[in-house]
């Protein structure tokens, strides 16, 4: 019969006990929102938006690999830029020597000097190509291949070339002289066309050194978009979160006293009995 009175069956402390189980439980949720500012943790809470949400998150890790690499070739082209910019300027001083060395009035020892320094000016050549190595390689040197730089998750590819200014640059230069004005003729001749030739190579590992910038720039510019993409489908609004939690957490303690209140319930009845 309904509405009778019994100790065994507390109908009214169940339902209380139920209700105060599921306000814990939306409780417990909204924290979890709280505390890690997602409103899709697992694949429990929404298994198609986790699954999306964790594709996209594996494409920002791919794009921050790309990144990575982009970085690498960066540092390859500015080393090399570096190296490639060193060797122009010394040919500057190595053209104001051969020049010198055309000068008819030269005594024998004025001469020699300035065949002295020609020599070490070129092997100064040397020194900046042998040392604009990156991460274990050299593009400056000969025998040197390009270096294929990934650019995309698809596994595309930015070449930047390789610039052989040891075998184009320092070994023919190397072969001249400034002993008199004919071999200073010679020399003058042989760097001015060694001029052109780095000339060429700045400008070359200038455009490839852009061509990864622009894309890192890009790169970042899409892995921006895209978590905002992913903050859109799994960020909790924590304004409305936070009001929630404070509305569940009284919701808990009436519950709670709601579930005393119906305990006691049966002590009544033994007021029956005296």
Do not use: C, H, W
Request: net charge negative; glycine share 10%; hydrophobic share 45%.
């Amino acid at each position: 019969m309904s509405g009778q009175n019994s100790i065994n069956t507390n109908v009214g402390a169940m339902v209380a006990l139920r209700n105060l189980n599921v306000t814990n439980t939306t409780l417990a949720e909204v924290q979890n929102r709280v505390s890690t500012g997602l409103k899709v943790i697992g694949a429990k809470d929404n298994a198609s938006t986790f699954a999306i949400a964790q594709g996209i998150r594996g494409d920002i890790k791919g794009i921050a690999a790309v990144q990575q690499g982009l970085a690498n070739g960066r540092g390859v082209t500015a080393v090399a830029i570096a190296g490639a910019t060193s060797v122009s300027n010394m040919l500057i001083d190595l053209k104001a020597k051969a020049i010198e060395g055309l000068n008819p009035g030269n005594t024998s020892e004025q001469q020699a000097i300035l065949a002295a320094d020609y020599v070490e000016l070129v092997a100064q050549i040397l020194n900046f190509v042998q040392n604009a190595e990156y991460n274990g390689g050299n593009i400056l040197q000969s025998g040197a291949a390009n270096v294929n730089v990934i650019s995309d998750t698809a596994g595309g590819s930015i070449t930047v070339r390789a610039q052989d200014l040891e075998g184009t640059a320092y070994s023919p230069l190397n072969v001249q002289n400034l002993t008199n004005t004919s071999t200073a003729s010679a020399a003058l001749t042989q760097v001015n066309t060694v001029v052109n030739t780095v000339n060429t190579a700045l400008g070359q590992l200038g455009a490839d050194s852009r061509k990864l910038d622009f894309q890192d720039t890009f790169l970042s510019t899409i892995s921006d978009a895209v978590e905002e993409g992913l903050g859109t489908l799994v960020d909790a609004d924590l304004a409305k979160e936070s009001a929630k939690l404070q509305a569940l957490q009284v919701k808990q303690q009436l519950g709670v006293q709601t579930l005393s209140i119906a305990n006691t319930a049966p002590n009544i009845l033994l007021g029956l009995f005296q």
